[in-house]
């Protein structure tokens, strides 16, 4: 079908502008440090000295592996306007390649310039190590190293496997390691800097500063990129505590749904101003004992009424676990609302939402409000993790939704092809010609996602939110 949504054309290209934007500003501050390390000479005589060519590309190394990674602070920050751009499907994608390309940058800056400093004095590399370590220890080499190390055991947890078996609250305590590991490195950059520190910069300096003293561009332009990147992280932070004065969140009421999952509803004052939608998530901290320093997201479980917010959880951990405890009253801090997985993501007029487990919970409130034709597949792997049965049912009677409930172990051999590509058109005919939502763990996403691909569906057409970190 033709899409049908003047609206959320227009919101589909308002996104993609900010998206180009944001991405022409990351990629024009590349271009300026490269330019950077050529204006101040560093390809004068790298041709004729191997030492030389090392210890400059090292240079280089360094300058974009540090950019780099203040771009993987604004997006580690959850930014509003950046979740607006992207959502968090998108987002991670970007986190992912970005943060690799960071550290692998950041390694090689480390091993080129040790390497082309031994080779340029005819010392050993671990000689010229210690030695740099040393001679350098009240200008930042040392901090920088430890920030190095911090870097490399955020992306250590980051590995799936290692994360699997981590706690949520540790991995998250662990990755804000990443603005400490920035931070260390800061003491290096500027001091030590070839590139960055004026005493070694070509030219003369730029006329006198407020202060009476000379105004070296690029260290000034250094130092601006890294206050700007801490004002907006510390507006983030920020924000939790305006929204607690703004909108006076509190619980008020705590129902269970089924054994494995809790829905607490959340009232305040003006709740219309957080422009909330259907799909997407807010990050919440419950101010209570046991809960108050940790933060969680946590989807809408249902449209928001302008009056109150639901979410859904499922005992998964021992945040979730208590939640069912939290007492009527008790404060809440919301941070979002964050999210593309809405309905102005849709371009077409049938939809298919399909969700796994707890990734019912935006998929149930899609349904709520969507303007569509509206088929729901809900896969579980037993009858007891389903949840909102009752809502469902009465949804799907007022307003024309075909309902599937697919039950089954995919570790058993009867449940081996649910959801398969054969399976998927048994139910859904008309597949190919859907906008499909998707919402679910990780690897029942992966599977799904093949299985629609092998549909032919196109990828334009589909919408993922992973419920993982």
Do not use: K
Request: charged share 15%.
């Amino acid at each position: 079908m033709s899409d049908a949504h003047p609206a959320h054309r227009c919101e589909r290209r308002l996104r993609r502008l900010a998206s180009t934007i944001f991405w022409t500003f990351v990629l024009a501050n590349v271009g300026l440090i490269v330019w950077l390390w050529i204006h101040n000479h560093n390809l004068r005589g790298i041709d004729t000295n191997t030492a030389t060519l090392v210890t400059r590309i090292g240079g280089i190394t360094g300058l974009l592996g540090a950019y780099l990674a203040l771009v993987q602070v604004l997006l580690l920050a959850r930014l509003p306007w950046l979740e607006r751009v992207a959502g968090f499907d998108r987002r991670s994608v970007w986190h992912r390649w970005n943060g690799h390309l960071c550290i692998d940058l950041i390694i090689a800056h480390v091993v080129l310039s040790v390497w082309g400093y031994a080779a340029g004095a005819h010392h050993s590399i671990l000689y010229e190590l210690w030695g740099l370590l040393a001679q350098n220890f009240l200008t930042g080499m040392v901090t920088a190293t430890a920030g190095t190390v911090l870097l490399l055991v955020v992306i250590g947890t980051s590995i799936v496997i290692v994360r699997r078996r981590l706690p949520y609250e540790v991995w998250y305590g662990i990755h804000f390691a990443t603005y400490a590991g920035i931070a260390l490195a800061w003491f290096h950059q500027i001091p030590t800097g070839g590139d960055l520190n004026p005493a070694n910069l070509a030219g003369p300096p730029s006329p006198e500063g407020v202060l009476g003293q000379p105004v070296h561009w690029p260290s000034q332009y250094w130092q601006g990129l890294f206050y700007g990147t801490i004002a907006l992280v510390a507006l983030r932070v920020l924000l939790p505590l305006f929204h607690l004065w703004r909108y006076r969140l509190r619980i008020a009421e705590v129902t269970p749904e089924g054994p494995y999952a809790v829905s607490i509803r959340i009232t305040g004052r003006d709740l219309d101003r957080l422009r909330a939608q259907p799909g997407q998530f807010f990050i919440w901290r419950f101010l209570a004992a046991g809960h108050w320093w940790s933060a969680h997201p946590f989807s809408l479980s249902a449209a928001p009424d302008g009056e109150s917010l639901r979410i859904t959880a499922r005992a998964a951990g021992d945040h979730t676990r208590r939640m069912p405890a939290l007492a009527v009253g008790t404060r809440v801090m919301a941070d979002g609302p964050f999210g593309s997985f809405t309905d102005a993501a849709r371009s077409r007029d049938s939809v298919l939402l399909i969700a796994g487990g707890i990734g019912i919970t935006p998929i149930r409130a899609l349904a709520e409000e969507m303007q569509a034709d509206i088929v729901l597949i809900h896969r579980v792997a037993s009858t007891e993790h389903i949840v909102f049965a009752d809502e469902i049912a009465e949804l799907a009677a007022r307003r024309g939704i075909t309902v599937h409930y697919v039950v089954g172990d995919h570790a058993a051999g009867e449940g081996r092809d649910l959801l398969s590509p054969t399976h998927l058109l048994e139910l859904v005919p008309d597949l190919a010609e859907r906008e499909v939502f998707l919402c679910g763990p990780p690897a029942m996403i992966e599977a799904i996602d093949s299985a629609l691909h092998h549909a032919h569906l196109p990828r334009r057409h589909l919408h993922v939110e992973r419920f993982a970190l």
